[in-house]
């Protein structure tokens, strides 16, 4: 009986360590737990951006990996850049801010409706390409410049991204800012 006892106990904590093992974030990968921390500081930092009236925080877009803010998008001023960043930075659990954000030039209907068009086609380039995670990638256009950001898987996303981006018809030049997560 003793033995079967033992068995017993050696068995589950043999089958809690492998379970626990499993449940850990590796250097690539998140936790569910780290996953909900960064999706709760991104929705606070853009809270945080949408409160502020000096920020336009719908041409802003937001990511975290692992409490690291990478800002992303097309500012009216350099006031507003230094403003986004001072913003997320005040949100509690970010650990960093990168802030990627360029000045916009003033834009004609015709142009803005073309950068529209732009970064559909090149959202959809990266959708039908099954070594980019599209919904890792942030795309922005402005006078045909687009600009990638956010956290990619590896090198190879990040390189098929930018190519991707730069095939599309009317793309003027790519800023790949993607960043690898490490």
Same mark, same amino acid.
């Given at each position: 009986m003793?033995f079967?006892?033992?068995?017993?106990?050696?068995g589950?904590?043999?089958?809690?360590?492998?379970l626990?093992s499993?449940c850990?974030a590796?250097?690539e990968s +998140?936790?569910?737990?780290?996953?909900v921390?960064?999706?709760g500081?991104?929705?606070k930092?853009k809270?945080a951006?949408?409160?502020?009236h000096?920020?336009?925080?719908n041409?802003?877009n937001?990511?975290?990996?692992?409490?690291?803010?990478?800002?992303?998008?097309?500012?009216?001023?350099a006031?507003e850049k230094a403003?986004?960043? +001072?913003?997320a930075?005040t949100?509690?659990g970010?650990?960093d801010?990168s802030?990627n954000?360029?000045?916009r030039a003033e834009?004609t209907?015709?142009?803005?409706i073309?950068?529209?068009?732009?970064?559909?086609k090149?959202?959809?380039?990266?959708?039908?390409?099954?070594?980019?995670?599209a919904?890792?990638?942030d795309v922005?256009?402005?006078s045909g410049?687009v600009?990638?950001?956010?956290?990619v898987?590896?090198?190879t996303?990040?390189?098929v991204a930018?190519d991707?981006?730069?095939?599309v018809?009317?793309? +003027?030049?790519?800023r790949?800012e993607?960043?690898?997560k490490?």
């Amino acid at each position: 009986m003793f033995f079967n006892k033992q068995s017993l106990v050696v068995g589950l904590l043999a089958s809690m360590l492998t379970l626990a093992s499993a449940c850990a974030a590796t250097p690539e990968s +998140r936790s569910t737990g780290q996953t909900v921390d960064d999706a709760g500081i991104s929705s606070k930092v853009k809270a945080a951006l949408i409160k502020d009236h000096d920020t336009k925080a719908n041409n802003i877009n937001v990511d975290v990996y692992q409490g690291k803010v990478k800002l992303a998008g097309f500012v009216g001023s350099a006031q507003e850049k230094a403003e986004a960043t +001072r913003i997320a930075k005040t949100v509690a659990g970010v650990q960093d801010v990168s802030n990627n954000l360029e000045v916009r030039a003033e834009r004609t209907a015709g142009t803005a409706i073309d950068d529209g068009m732009i970064t559909a086609k090149v959202k959809a380039a990266l959708i039908g390409d099954s070594r980019t995670k599209a919904h890792q990638i942030d795309v922005n256009t402005n006078s045909g410049i687009v600009q990638l950001a956010g956290f990619v898987d590896d090198a190879t996303a990040k390189s098929v991204a930018g190519d991707l981006a730069k095939a599309v018809n009317g793309v +003027r030049s790519v800023r790949n800012e993607l960043e690898v997560k490490k």
